[in-house]
């Protein structure tokens, strides 16, 4: 696992409470909206709905394809619906052909083969569709392109209505037939898949023919085909994938009853993963590994017999994929290591399956950080797939390379080329140095969008329940990415045959067990504080829930420990100035009135609160019975806010009024500590972070302090005992998380006996003959006085409320 950089946009508090407090949202959920520019609730909500929805009229031109369509259907002309190969290709396919059934049409359909056919229209398979009698090509998942092709099957006698999504050609020219495509149709949302499209064609035609209410009636292949094309899951496609999913869980189709069975899917827990790592790579592997029919067959067929069969092949034809894929990936690692670094990789060999080359290239370049073409030559020329990295545009690159090259197209992401076989390294250099242009020799560091910022303490199922509002989730709508800051990575383990790693992410006493997909170890520099980009969600197995999280990437923790406000910053230091001081000075004032809102987080995770508050670019400060005792325990864990002791915010009233957020993560102890919660000015806030854990801790401390005289007796055993020790280690003898007011009272207790005195080299000197009667004390009286009002105080049931 390489180090990363974690872009961290603001995601100011008032607009992230706006949201948890009308939609009723998790702060996770609620920072990830804001982040991602759905900060007004009206925008979020709609949002969460997901209930973008536009009629199939909207298309331009979808009535000429109706009708085109309606006049064959009456004609009896036997009509050929060409698909693609790819799961969005045969889902279309399969929603058209069911759909042209029910009209009572005679209707064939065709998949192209990817080695003996390749993509879209051909004139062959005109030739042959003519021979067949076809009255009428409707193209599912492919077209938009086919100019030429369209055209000689008009003059071949054949009529053409284009179904697509895909780019049209760079210039601007459109097959001559009916076109139903969401851009070149005008359609309101531009970011349909093939099978979405299909449906909409396909409610139209049912509505058109009286046959009944379809809108609904193909969502289950629609959701898969949306997942499996990584089309953006925004506008209507997240109503598409939601309402999609829900039919897919209750779905009557025997192939996909079949499927999950299969591939051990539980329709009652179907979700966007079940698709995309259970379903879509198996509707996949057919037209990778060989021919795409036995999707199709699955997706049509009644008999669950068949279903089943086909589901069976499917799973094996999965099973091949992937064993081609690692042989593949093996070979391609051995020809990158042979190369030596490089900006960018061209690899080739003719014993590899043009079909999986695409996404063992897409492992490869995750891998290694470069951008990655792998070729699969097949005589005299070779078909290549390349798979880009953030921040490269790889079509771009392959224009640069456009003279090497017999073809090529694609996107900024994922490319596709034709190359010759004598002109392989003429395209190895040019694409080299167009990488090289971009990127350098030095391999990028990923720059990673952080959507939330948490502590291990939240990582928990409640929270991953919450996050599940803002599904479902994909392309263009990715699970929120999460950063822990400053956290130890602990007790690293191997898991999956050494490929995986388990370890668990520590901030004080807060955990999260983890995992790491794909890494065989911890990082180096995951010895010291680092943070952490992950997701988080509910893991399901067995009949049981847990939280997962999935650790995603690294880097050394960007914060310093936290900087401690109102006293010296050491340690040391601050123990013997409290020493020094105590007692001096006037006497506290009562806090001024104050403008500051007082907000009850009491049921969240203290270190999450704060982790989220530091993220949104305001100051934060964490007020504590001891700052530097929570510092230390935090163990150098940097949360990204300065801390201040209660003792030090009492004694000077405006200490924090520069800070926009502060969070008590200890109780205050009396109405005047209340009372400071609310001194600062408008749009400040206070944040009420301890909880009942915490309220017990304090009031067990406080029993512990009325007993003066144990503290005492250790302090004065162990100044006899080591009589050169300095003070700050001999008056917290006995226990070394006594705070610092403690410990001054006690210095000053003996010091008012005679028993002790401070010396100027910081040494507490103990009197030979002097009385220990603590009956004696006037401060350990009053001492007694204030800890038994403190715990009567919060005792009451309504001291602390917000």
């Given at each position: 696992?390489?180090?990363?950089?974690?872009?961290?946009?603001?995601?100011?508090?008032?607009?992230?409470?706006?949201?948890?407090?009308?939609?009723?949202?998790?702060?996770?959920?609620?920072?990830?909206?804001?982040?991602?520019?759905?900060?007004?609730?009206?925008?979020?909500?709609?949002?969460?709905?997901?209930?973008?929805?536009?009629?199939?009229?909207?298309?331009?031109?979808?009535?000429?394809?109706?009708?085109?369509?309606?006049?064959?259907?009456?004609?009896?002309?036997?009509?050929?619906?060409?698909?693609?190969?790819?799961?969005?290709?045969?889902?279309?396919?399969?929603?058209?052909?069911?759909?042209?059934?029910?009209?009572?049409?005679?209707?064939?359909?065709?998949?192209?083969?990817?080695?003996?056919?390749?993509?879209?229209?051909?004139?062959?398979?005109?030739?042959?569709?003519?021979?067949?009698?076809?009255?009428?090509?409707?193209?599912?998942?492919?077209?938009?392109?086919?100019?030429?092709?369209?055209?000689?099957?008009?003059?071949?006698?054949?009529?053409?209505?284009?179904?697509?999504?895909?780019?049209?050609?760079?210039?601007?020219?459109?097959?001559?037939?009916?076109?139903?495509?969401?851009?070149?149709?005008?359609?309101?949302?531009?970011?349909?898949?093939?099978?979405?499209?299909?449906?909409?064609?396909?409610?139209?035609?049912?509505?058109?023919?009286?046959?009944?209410?379809?809108?609904?009636?193909?969502?289950?292949?629609?959701?898969?085909?949306?997942?499996?094309?990584?089309?953006?899951?925004?506008?209507?496609?997240?109503?598409?994938?939601?309402?999609?999913?829900?039919?897919?869980?209750?779905?009557?189709?025997?192939?996909?009853?079949?499927?999950?069975?299969?591939?051990?899917?539980?329709?009652?827990?179907?979700?966007?993963?079940?698709?995309?790592?259970?379903?879509?790579?198996?509707?996949?592997?057919?037209?990778?590994?060989?021919?795409?029919?036995?999707?199709?067959?699955?997706?049509?067929?009644?008999?669950?017999?068949?279903?089943?069969?086909?589901?069976?092949?499917?799973?094996?034809?999965?099973?091949?994929?992937?064993?081609?894929?690692?042989?593949?990936?093996?070979?391609?690692?051995?020809q990158i290591a042979a190369a030596g670094p490089q900006p960018g990789y061209v690899l080739?060999?003719?014993?590899?399956?043009?079909?999986?080359?695409?996404?063992?290239?897409?492992?490869?370049?995750?891998?290694?950080?470069?951008?990655?073409?792998?070729?699969?030559?097949?005589?005299?020329?070779?078909?290549?797939?390349?798979?880009?990295?953030?921040?490269?545009?790889?079509?771009?690159?392959?224009?640069?390379?456009?003279?090497?090259?017999?073809?090529?197209?694609?996107?900024?992401?994922?490319?596709?080329?034709?190359?010759?076989?004598?002109?392989?390294?003429?395209?190895?250099?040019?694409?080299?140095?167009?990488?090289?242009?971009?990127?350098?020799?030095?391999?990028?560091?990923?720059?990673?969008?952080?959507?939330?910022?948490?502590?291990?303490?939240?990582?928990?199922?409640?929270?991953?329940?919450?996050?599940?509002?803002?599904?479902?989730?994909?392309?263009?709508?990715?699970?929120?990415?999460?950063?822990?800051?400053?956290?130890?990575?602990?007790?690293?383990?191997?898991?999956?045959?050494?490929?995986?790693?388990?370890?668990?992410?520590?901030?004080?006493?807060?955990?999260?067990?983890?995992?790491?997909?794909?890494?065989?170890?911890?990082?180096?520099?995951?010895?010291?504080?680092?943070?952490?980009?992950?997701?988080?969600?509910?893991?399901?197995?067995?009949?049981?829930?847990?939280?997962?999280?999935?650790?995603?990437?690294?880097?050394?923790?960007?914060?310093?420990?936290?900087?401690?406000?109102?006293?010296?910053?050491?340690?040391?230091?601050?123990?013997?100035?409290?020493?020094?001081?105590?007692?001096?000075?006037?006497?506290?004032?009562?806090?001024?009135?104050?403008?500051?809102?007082?907000?009850?987080?009491?049921?969240?995770?203290?270190?999450?609160?704060?982790?989220?508050?530091?993220?949104?670019?305001?100051?934060?400060?964490?007020?504590?019975?001891?700052?530097?005792?929570?510092?230390?325990?935090?163990?150098?864990?940097?949360?990204?806010?300065?801390?201040?002791?209660?003792?030090?915010?009492?004694?000077?009233?405006?200490?924090?009024?520069?800070?926009?957020?502060?969070?008590?993560?200890?109780p205050p102890l009396s109405p005047r500590d209340r009372a400071l919660l609310e001194t600062?000015?408008?749009?400040?806030?206070?944040?009420?972070?301890?909880?009942?854990?915490?309220?017990?801790?304090?009031?067990?401390?406080?029993?512990?302090?009325?007993?003066?005289?144990?503290?005492?007796?250790?302090?004065?055993?162990?100044?006899?005992?080591?009589?050169?020790?300095?003070?700050?280690?001999?008056?917290?003898?006995?226990?070394?998380?006594?705070?610092?007011?403690?410990?001054?009272?006690?210095?000053?207790?003996?010091?008012?006996?005679?028993?002790?005195?401070?010396?100027?080299?910081?040494?507490?000197?103990?009197?030979?003959?002097?009385?220990?009667?603590?009956?004696?004390?006037?401060?350990?009286?009053?001492?007694?006085?204030?800890?038994?009002?403190?715990?009567?105080?919060?005792?009451?049931p309504r001291s602390l409320a917000a």
């Open positions: 696992m390489d180090s990363a950089a974690f872009t961290v946009a603001d995601a100011p508090f008032a607009e992230v409470y706006r949201l948890t407090s009308e939609l009723g949202l998790d702060s996770l959920a609620a920072q990830t909206l804001v982040r991602r520019g759905l900060s007004d609730p009206q925008d979020a909500r709609r949002f969460l709905a997901a209930d973008e929805e536009h009629d199939p009229s909207a298309f331009r031109g979808i009535d000429l394809a109706c009708e085109s369509i309606e006049r064959h259907v009456q004609r009896g002309s036997p009509i050929l619906v060409h698909g693609d190969y790819d799961a969005d290709g045969v889902c279309s396919t399969a929603i058209l052909v069911s759909t042209l059934r029910a009209m009572g049409a005679e209707v064939r359909w065709f998949i192209p083969g990817r080695r003996e056919d390749g993509y879209g229209l051909s004139r062959a398979t005109i030739e042959r569709a003519a021979e067949s009698g076809v009255g009428l090509i409707v193209t599912a998942d492919c077209g938009i392109t086919s100019v030429d092709e369209v055209h000689a099957a008009r003059e071949a006698g054949i009529d053409v209505v284009v179904t697509d999504h895909h780019r049209p050609r760079a210039d601007g020219a459109l097959p001559d037939c009916p076109i139903v495509h969401p851009v070149v149709s005008a359609y309101p949302f531009g970011e349909l898949c093939a099978a979405a499209v299909a449906h909409k064609l396909a409610v139209e035609l049912r509505r058109r023919n009286g046959l009944g209410d379809p809108v609904h009636g193909e969502l289950d292949l629609v959701a898969i085909a949306t997942i499996a094309d990584c089309v953006p899951l925004v506008g209507e496609n997240r109503r598409l994938v939601a309402e999609g999913l829900i039919q897919l869980g209750q779905t009557g189709r025997p192939g996909l009853r079949a499927l999950m069975r299969v591939s051990q899917a539980d329709p009652s827990a179907v979700d966007e993963q079940t698709v995309g790592f259970r379903l879509a790579p198996r509707l996949n592997a057919a037209g990778r590994v060989e021919r795409a029919d036995g999707a199709v067959e699955l997706l049509l067929s009644d008999d669950p017999e068949v279903a089943e069969r086909c589901a069976l092949e499917l799973d094996r034809l999965n099973a091949e994929r992937r064993h081609i894929e690692t042989r593949i990936r093996f070979e391609a690692e051995s080739a060999s003719p014993d590899w399956h043009p079909g999986v080359i695409g996404i063992s290239a897409s492992r490869l370049s995750e891998r290694h950080g470069r951008p990655v073409v792998l070729v699969a030559l097949d005589g005299a020329a070779g078909t290549g797939s390349g798979r880009s990295i953030p921040g490269f545009n790889l079509l771009a690159a392959l224009d640069r390379c456009a003279g090497t090259l017999e073809r090529h197209g694609g996107h900024a992401a994922a490319a596709g080329c034709t190359v010759a076989a004598d002109r392989l390294e003429e395209f190895r250099s040019a694409f080299v140095e167009a990488c090289r242009e971009v990127l350098g020799d030095e391999p990028p560091v990923p720059e990673l969008a952080i959507d939330a910022v948490a502590a291990p303490g939240a990582m928990n199922l409640d929270s991953a329940g919450a996050l599940q509002a803002l599904a479902p989730f994909g392309a263009g709508h990715e699970r929120p990415r999460i950063l822990l800051r400053g956290v130890s990575a602990e007790s690293g383990r191997a898991m999956g045959e050494g490929r995986h790693i388990r370890c668990t992410l520590r901030a004080g006493s807060r955990r999260a067990s983890a995992v790491a997909f794909g890494t065989p170890a911890l990082p180096g520099f995951a010895d010291e504080p680092v943070d952490v980009a992950c997701t988080l969600e509910v893991n399901r197995w067995k009949g049981r829930e847990e939280p997962r999280v999935l650790i995603e990437a690294m880097a050394p923790a960007s914060l310093g420990p936290a900087r401690v406000v109102g006293e010296p910053d050491d340690d040391a230091q601050a123990l013997a100035e409290t020493v020094l001081e105590f007692g001096s000075g006037e006497p506290p004032t009562e806090p001024p009135e104050g403008a500051r809102r007082v907000m009850d987080r009491q049921d969240e995770d203290p270190l999450a609160v704060i982790a989220a508050l530091a993220a949104g670019g305001a100051p934060v400060a964490v007020v504590t019975r001891d700052a530097h005792r929570l510092r230390r325990r935090l163990g150098g864990m940097a949360v990204g806010a300065c801390l201040a002791s209660w003792g030090a915010w009492r004694s000077e009233p405006s200490l924090l009024d520069g800070f926009e957020h502060v969070v008590v993560v200890d600062g000015g408008e749009g400040q806030f206070s944040h009420l972070a301890w909880g009942q854990a915490e309220l017990r801790s304090t009031m067990d401390e406080l029993q512990r302090e009325h007993d003066l005289r144990a503290a005492m007796v250790a302090v004065y055993r162990a100044a006899t005992l080591r009589p050169d020790a300095p003070a700050s280690e001999i008056l917290l003898a006995g226990d070394p998380e006594r705070s610092a007011e403690l410990a001054a009272l006690i210095a000053n207790v003996f010091a008012e006996l005679g028993i002790a005195e401070l010396a100027a080299d910081g040494r507490l000197v103990m009197q030979e003959g002097a009385s220990a009667d603590l009956e004696r004390s006037e401060l350990g009286r009053r001492h007694a006085e204030s800890v038994e009002e403190r715990l009567r105080w919060l005792s009451a």
